[in-house]
């Protein structure tokens, strides 16, 4: 079926328009409440990433697959707290388990049990020799990076165009760069997200394509002696989904080695979701350091780093990686009892029944009307990417068509579908959604791609 790209366009800004307008006059007490906070919070949030155009959606509370917001609507939740949520609102076994550690003491700054049981089962699934906890995805990108850096004495790392590893200053750059400041495909230029990132960082800062191993080989080549590591979402998840090609990763890190570079992966996003051992187990090739946090510890602010002993002991000769939270006794119980009670074999199974249920659906909903997009299925994370064909890398994603992801969120929270607000993000469902709830995304969705192109 071809469709008129441009009158598909049009389409989708006429419906963006009208059914924003709808999602307007169901959310007032949402306008409200975001009047209030922009006194007291920049953006009127707690995180940039919680912006909404005009105003978020504030939410009071979720139970299994459902959020409610501020007025009383009830959603069908595939935001998922952009992706941490794979076990369910509320689930009993983690409530219980929070309640247990809560009446116990909420807070000690010193070991616990808890943490050491919480540090082998991690390292169980990510094949890790030793790790360390933090409070968030970015503190375990940033302790990685200082670790591969004290271990191979050099300063210099490299990332993927276009990923983003959290916010602190060595990664923020050539995050969300436009057309306008990629520079060359074979040398993307290290551009800076944010203001207050000191210049100088870009120096130490150097970009290469995902899935490329011919711009990184030429790099290193020539600066390989000052490079201390690489980090890399394994599958690259700031631009949708792009899986890695078959063959990369276990290529990329034989190259990485061949210089003696620490490859990382940040699996932030991909641990514990897309599999019991995130992509590691997915794809088969372990780096020398993980770092995980979101799905891994059971809804709560945890996060940790490990790998290889030989890179981890460089914390006991020097290394600083302390916080007065890590190992905290209630993020250690969330996470344990998210570990070991709910996301069992049996959920992964089921995680990946739905996901492919629910990707087939969408798919189908696409190929029947001609809509320029696809899916990806990863069990408990996926995605429709407004691009005909698979991404492979950031360009790609630059390719998509924005103004049918503007007409599919209102579109989809209309009709009671909480969704990610950004066509960078993916969907994340929990062991708690049904047949059902899947199936009303994609009668919903399906609706969408009929009226595009009616």
């Known amino acids: 079926m071809t469709v008129d790209i441009e009158r598909l366009t049009a389409?989708?800004?006429?419906?963006?328009?009208?059914?924003?307008?709808?999602?307007?006059?169901?959310?007032?007490?949402?306008?409200?409440?975001?009047?209030?906070?922009?006194?007291?919070?920049?953006?009127?949030?707690?995180?940039?990433?919680?912006?909404?155009?005009?105003?978020?959606?504030?939410?009071?509370?979720?139970?299994?697959?459902?959020?409610?917001?501020?007025?009383?609507?009830?959603?069908?939740?595939?935001?998922?707290?952009?992706?941490?949520?794979?076990?369910?609102h509320a689930h009993p076994r983690i409530v219980a388990a929070i309640d247990r550690a809560a009446a116990r003491g909420t807070h000690f700054a010193a070991p616990t049990p808890e943490a050491v049981e919480l540090a082998e089962i991690i390292c169980d699934r990510y094949d890790m020799d030793q790790l360390r906890f933090c409070n968030s995805g970015t503190e375990a990108t940033m302790h990685a990076i200082r670790i591969a850096r004290a271990h191979t004495g050099r300063d210099h790392i490299v990332k993927a165009e276009g990923s983003y590893h959290g916010h602190h200053d060595t990664v923020m750059f050539s995050v969300v760069p436009g057309a306008d400041v990629l520079g060359g495909r074979d040398q993307p230029a290290s551009t800076p997200m944010s203001l207050g990132t000191p210049k100088w960082l870009a120096?130490?800062?150097?970009?290469?394509?995902?899935?490329?191993?011919?711009?990184?080989?030429?790099?290193?080549?020539?600066?390989?002696?000052?490079?201390?590591?690489?980090?890399?979402?394994?599958?690259?998840?700031?631009?949708g989904i792009a899986e890695p090609k078959p063959g990369y990763l276990q290529a990329l890190k034989d190259l990485l080695h061949r210089y003696g570079v620490v490859l990382i992966y940040d699996e932030v996003k991909t641990g514990t979701s897309i599999a019991r051992g995130g992509a590691g187990e997915r794809y088969g090739v372990r780096p020398d350091i993980t770092c995980v946090a979101k799905a891994t510890f059971g809804g709560t602010p945890g996060a940790a780093f490990g790998g290889r002993a030989d890179i981890m002991s460089t914390i006991e000769r020097g290394a600083a990686q302390q916080g007065t939270f890590n190992g905290n006794p209630l993020?250690?119980?969330?996470?344990?009892?998210a570990l070991t009670e709910v996301l069992t074999p049996d959920a992964y199974e089921y995680l990946a029944q739905l996901g492919t249920r629910l990707a087939r659906g969408c798919q189908h909903a696409i190929d029947?009307?001609?809509?320029?997009?696809?899916?990806?299925?990863?069990?408990?994370?996926?995605?429709?990417?407004?691009?005909?064909?698979?991404?492979?890398?950031?360009?790609?994603?630059?390719?998509?068509?924005?103004?049918?992801?503007?007409?599919?969120?209102?579109?989809?929270?209309?009709?009671?579908?909480?969704?990610?607000?950004?066509?960078?993000?993916?969907?994340t469902i929990s062991v708690q959604h049904s047949d059902a709830d899947i199936d009303r995304y994609v009668e919903a969705f399906g609706a969408l791609c009929a009226a595009l192109v009616s």
């Open 368 to 427: 029947e009307h001609g809509i320029p997009a696809h899916t990806v299925d990863l069990g408990a994370k996926g995605c429709v990417s407004y691009r005909p064909t698979p991404l492979t890398n950031y360009r790609d994603f630059l390719e998509t068509n924005v103004e049918l992801y503007a007409a599919s969120y209102p579109w989809m929270v209309n009709r009671g579908i909480f969704m990610t607000p950004g066509d960078e993000e993916q969907w």
């Open 203 to 239: 120096d130490y800062t150097h970009v290469v394509p995902f899935n490329d191993l011919v711009v990184l080989a030429g790099f290193l080549e020539e600066r390989g002696g000052e490079i201390a590591c690489m980090i890399i979402e394994p599958v690259m998840m700031n631009i």
């Open 331 to 337: 993020v250690a119980a969330a996470a344990l009892a």
């Open 11 to 88: 389409r989708a800004h006429e419906i963006a328009e009208r059914e924003t307008l709808r999602w307007l006059e169901k959310t007032t007490q949402s306008k409200q409440w975001f009047e209030r906070a922009i006194v007291h919070m920049p953006l009127g949030v707690g995180s940039s990433f919680q912006t909404g155009d005009p105003y978020p959606i504030y939410l009071t509370h979720g139970l299994g697959s459902r959020v409610w917001d501020v007025d009383g609507n009830e959603y069908i939740d595939t935001h998922g707290g952009f992706g941490c949520m794979v076990y369910g």
